[in-house]
């Protein structure tokens, strides 16, 4: 059954969309984080002069980094606040107990502060009950970007300053190029896919100065972006055909993919019985294969940090483990603090060199399959040409390639 509108739990909000083309500067299209980071940082030092407190949403990690840093140069440190997921979960942890003490609701009667700036990757789309006064986000699928929408004027009376009175959300990730096709960051195409990406594109750009009531038209812009009817102007018609040709092959590749590991049959999930529901569940599954059950795409690895410091080890609270890295019992705790996911390009790196748990970890019932990353004193490591630095503000900076 598709649902084109419905009746609303909540009165609706008038978002005001507004388009920050990207300032692209390479023809090779690249991704311009740099550039398009003092781009937001200037618009957010206008916006928020009077105060208020906004959420950026970037699309990958570097994005979030390079953001946070130019906003560090126009706001005091306090005020700017950075989350993803290449944080280790202690800082996570930490970062997000402070910002949803911050912005969360509150029935205390608690002020929020007075000018904050949060810069966060996916992680801020569901799930993180926060009040956003203004949020700048990357383009993502109309589903998803409706999702960040949420976290806009989220919590009913909380003050906001005049200027944002209305709650606004400014799409970056695109730069338009008259009625031409515009162009969109390839980074982002390459998690969600140009077709879906166009067609999100052609919505923003058509609401660009103008807006839509959320959430009464929420399920109206899913049907469009999702529909097989042509959306986007005539002169995207052709590349937009193209995308779409490659997302409904790449869609059928992702089912057929997962189709061993399914419990009964696409479209019988709804049967009366239990009957063949465990047709597909025969067999072994080999190392590895568990991970397909929960996660789609590019594979990725979680490490364990470390530093090497003189002739021992030390976790990264800065406690020292044994000359082999023995862990005692009241010591788990902090190593686990320095659980961290690397990038996807490096998880051949880890397979080539074999990373795998410390010496002193190998009888350990919790640490014998962890797979450890040796930091130095700099708190740096090498790995197939790629430079990995854990920076206690940045988190987990990844540079070159492997």
């Not at 598709?2 to 909000?13: F, G, H």
């Not at 984080?33 to 570097?62: F, H, K, M, W």
């Not at 730069?175 to 390459?190: D, I, K, S």
């Not at 190998?362 to 990995?388: K, M």
Request: glycine residues 12%; neutral net charge; hydrophobic residues 35%.
């Amino acid at each position: 059954m598709l649902v084109e509108s419905a009746e609303t739990w909540r009165p609706d909000l008038e978002v005001e969309v507004r388009v920050l083309d990207e300032p692209v500067t390479d023809p090779g299209g690249q991704d311009p984080s740099g550039p398009t980071a003092e781009a937001v940082a200037e618009y957010l030092g206008d916006q928020l002069a009077d105060g208020g407190c906004a959420l950026v949403i970037r699309n990958t990690v570097d994005r979030a980094q390079h953001t946070f840093e130019a906003l560090r140069a126009k706001f005091a440190d306090q005020e700017v606040h950075l989350l993803h997921g290449r944080l280790h979960v202690g800082h996570r942890a930490d970062r997000t107990a402070a910002v949803l003490g911050a912005l969360g609701r509150r029935d205390d009667g608690r002020p929020r502060p007075r000018r904050m700036v949060v810069v966060a990757t996916q992680l801020a789309e569901q799930s993180f009950d926060v009040d956003a006064d203004l949020l700048v986000t990357d383009l993502a699928p109309i589903d998803l970007l409706l999702q960040r929408i949420g976290r806009l004027h989220r919590h009913d009376g909380n003050p906001r300053p005049p200027r944002l009175a209305r709650p606004t959300v400014v799409v970056t990730g695109l730069r338009r190029a008259g009625g031409g096709v515009p162009w969109l960051l390839p980074a982002a195409e390459r998690i969600y896919g140009r077709c879906p990406l166009l067609r999100t594109a052609a919505e923003v750009i058509t609401a660009d100065g103008g807006g839509w009531s959320i959430p009464g038209r929420v399920p109206e812009l899913v049907a469009r972006v999702y529909g097989t009817d042509r959306m986007v102007p005539q002169e995207w018609a052709d590349e937009e055909s193209a995308a779409r040709k490659t997302w409904i092959e790449d869609r059928r590749g992702r089912r057929e993919a997962a189709a061993p590991f399914l419990l009964t049959r696409a479209g019988e999930h709804g049967q009366p019985t239990l009957e063949g529901l465990h047709y597909a569940g025969r067999g072994t599954l080999r190392d590895g294969q568990l991970e397909a059950l929960v996660r789609d795409g590019d594979p990725s690895t979680e490490v364990l940090l470390v530093r090497r410091v003189g002739g021992g080890y030390r976790t990264m609270t800065g406690r020292a483990l044994g000359p082999n890295g023995e862990t005692a019992a009241d010591l788990l705790d902090d190593v686990l603090i320095g659980t961290v996911r690397l990038p996807a390009k490096l998880t051949e790196a880890v397979k080539r060199h074999g990373l795998g748990p410390l010496p002193g970890w190998r009888d350990h019932p919790w640490l014998r399959y962890g797979r450890a990353l040796e930091l130095d004193e700099r708190d740096e490591a090498q790995l197939d040409g790629c430079r990995i630095r854990y920076d206690s503000r940045l988190g987990l900076v990844v540079t070159g390639r492997p």
